[in-house]
T-cell receptor, first 114, second 112 residues
C-alpha cells in the first residue's frame, strides 16, 4: 500500500485564523515532506522530517510551523497567513536515511486565505 | 546539483495516437529519475521510476520511459492515448539530500 492521506481536503481561513493540516502514512516510512504547489507550477519543497526530526527548512516564513508527533503523522500549523499563501499543500513520504528514495504523495489540501 | 528540463509545456494528441513527453536531466552522479502525473484537483501519482536497474522502465496505465545516458534523456511514452490521460505530467530527479527537483511540467490534452 502506497497511500498517504491528508485532511482536510479543502480549507478556507481568514488572515487572523489558526488552523492545522494533517498528513498520515502507514508505510513505515521515516521521512515526511511538506510541499506547496501553486497553479500550473511544480511543487516547491517546504520542510523535510527525517526520523521525526526537522531535517530541511527551505526558508519558509514562520507563519508555517511543522510538527512531526510520531513516525506516521505530520502536521502543518498555520497562523496569520497571507492571501498569497493560497495554494495546494502536498504531503509526501519516503523511506528514511541517506541515499536515493522514492517519494509518495498525498492528495493535498487546497487552502484559500481570505 | 541535479535538475531536469521538460521540453514543451503543452502537448495535444488525438485519442489513440502516440504520447511523447520529453525530459532531459543534468546530474553529476547516476540519478534516480521519476515521472509523476497529476490529475485535476488531485495530488501527484508516481507513474514510473528509473533506479539504474533496467534502462526501459514500464509504469502504470501503459506508460513507459527509456533512460538514455548518452542523450541525458528520460522521455515518457504511451503508444495509444486515452481521454483519461489528460493531466499534468512532471519529470523529477532525486538527489541524496531528500530533495526532488521537478521539471516545469507538461500539460497533456487529448482530442476525441
Amino acid at each position: 500500500d502506497t497511500e498517504v492521506t491528508q485532511t482536510p481536503k479543502h480549507l478556507v481561513m481568514g488572515m487572523t485564523n489558526k488552523k492545522s493540516l494533517k498528513c498520515e502514512q502507514h508505510m513505515g516510512h521515516r521521512a515526511m515532506y511538506w510541499y506547496k504547489q501553486k497553479a500550473k507550477k511544480p511543487p516547491e519543497l517546504m520542510f523535510v522530517y527525517s526520523y521525526e526530526k526537522l531535517s530541511i527548512n527551505e526558508s519558509v516564513p514562520s507563519r508555517f510551523s511543522p510538527e512531526c508527533p510520531n513516525s506516521s503523522l505530520l502536521n502543518l500549523h498555520l497562523h496569520a497567513l497571507q492571501p498569497e499563501d493560497s495554494a495546494l499543500y502536498l504531503c509526501a513520504s519516503s523511506q528514511g536515511g541517506s541515499g536515493l528514495k522514492t517519494q509518495y504523495f498525498g492528495p493535498g489540501t487546497r487552502l484559500l486565505v481570505l | 546539483a541535479q535538475s531536469v528540463t521538460q521540453l514543451g509545456s503543452h502537448v495535444s494528441v488525438s485519442e489513440g495516437a502516440l504520447v511523447l513527453l520529453r525530459c532531459n536531466y543534468s546530474s553529476s552522479v547516476p540519478p534516480y529519475l521519476f515521472w509523476y502525473v497529476q490529475y485535476p484537483n488531485q495530488g501527484l501519482q508516481l507513474l514510473l521510476k528509473y533506479t539504474s536497474a533496467a534502462t526501459l522502465v514500464k509504469g502504470i496505465n501503459g506508460f513507459e520511459a527509456e533512460f538514455k545516458k548518452s542523450e541525458t534523456s528520460f522521455h515518457l511514452t504511451k503508444p495509444s492515448a486515452h481521454m483519461s490521460d489528460a493531466a499534468e505530467y512532471f519529470c523529477a530527479v532525486s538527489g541524496n539530500d531528500y530533495k526532488l527537483s521537478f521539471g516545469a511540467g507538461t500539460t497533456v490534452t487529448v482530442r476525441a
